[in-house]
């Protein structure tokens, strides 16, 4: 199906610096979520967006829902090692139902 | 959150046999559940919507008589790689939706020799 276009598609960076990762799409979303998956597992969720322009924090995480509905961004201060992985993002269209579609990833890897 | 656990977790098997992965939520119901394919280093593919008591839906591209879909109760929706073959070999993740949040499967790692 169709991708949300996600940037960037990896970083490297050194531990204790912070990180910032978006996503955007030619189509509204009512949902935006954000995932992080380790290698050889599924995706954990992050973080859950619901309303335009709603900016949520998870700990060191805070994700913003775009005022546009069409763009989101996901923002991991002070990164730690365990940060290690790949970060989706994934909106969803109520007229889909429960249907998500997805971005490439950001592959993020941290250096000690 | 809501837990969907996946089994097997991986599993290898000989060309042309069967393989059945289990998907199940266990601590809430679901009558959608959706079924991925993922490469490595790619994000996830929507192969197919697991729908309770009824058909799946399949995505354009994915043969609904290769990959079996049964979604028989509200908490267990099973794929069956009928057949397999070394191009099936790939990393098979379901996930659930309760509350509008997507809450995925640990994953499957098929490997097709």
């Known amino acids: 199906g169709q991708q949300l276009n996600q940037s960037p598609q990896s970083m490297f960076i050194q531990e204790g610096e912070d990180v910032s990762m978006n996503c955007t799409s030619s189509s509204i979303f009512n949902t935006w979520l954000w995932y992080k998956q380790d290698p050889g597992e599924g995706p954990v969720l992050l973080i859950a967006?619901?309303?335009?322009?709603e900016l949520t924090s998870n700990g060191r995480l805070t994700a913003q829902f775009g005022i546009t509905r069409k763009d989101s961004f996901l923002n991991i201060s002070a990164s730690i090692p365990s940060d290690v992985g790949i970060y989706f993002c994934?909106?969803?269209?109520?007229?889909?139902?429960?249907?998500?579609?997805f971005g490439g990833g950001t592959r993020l890897m941290v250096k000690p | 959150g809501a837990v969907v656990s996946q089994h097997p977790s991986w599993v290898i098997c000989k060309s042309g046999t069967s393989v059945k992965i289990e998907c199940r939520s266990l601590d809430f119901q679901a009558t959608t559940m959706f079924w991925y394919r993922q490469f490595p280093k790619q994000s996830l593919m929507l192969m197919a919507t697991s729908n309770e008591g009824s058909k799946a839906t399949y995505e354009q591209g994915v043969e609904k008589d290769k990959f079996l879909i049964n979604h028989a109760s509200l908490t267990l929706s099973t794929l069956t790689v009928t057949s397999a073959h070394p191009e099936d070999s790939s990393f098979y993740i379901c996930?659930?939706?309760?509350?509008?949040?997507?809450?995925f499967g640990q994953g499957t790692r098929l490997t097709v020799v």
């Open positions: 967006l619901y309303k335009a322009g």
């Open positions: 994934a909106g969803r269209d109520n007229n889909a139902g429960n249907m998500l579609t």
């Open positions: 996930s659930a939706s309760r509350w509008g949040e997507a809450f």
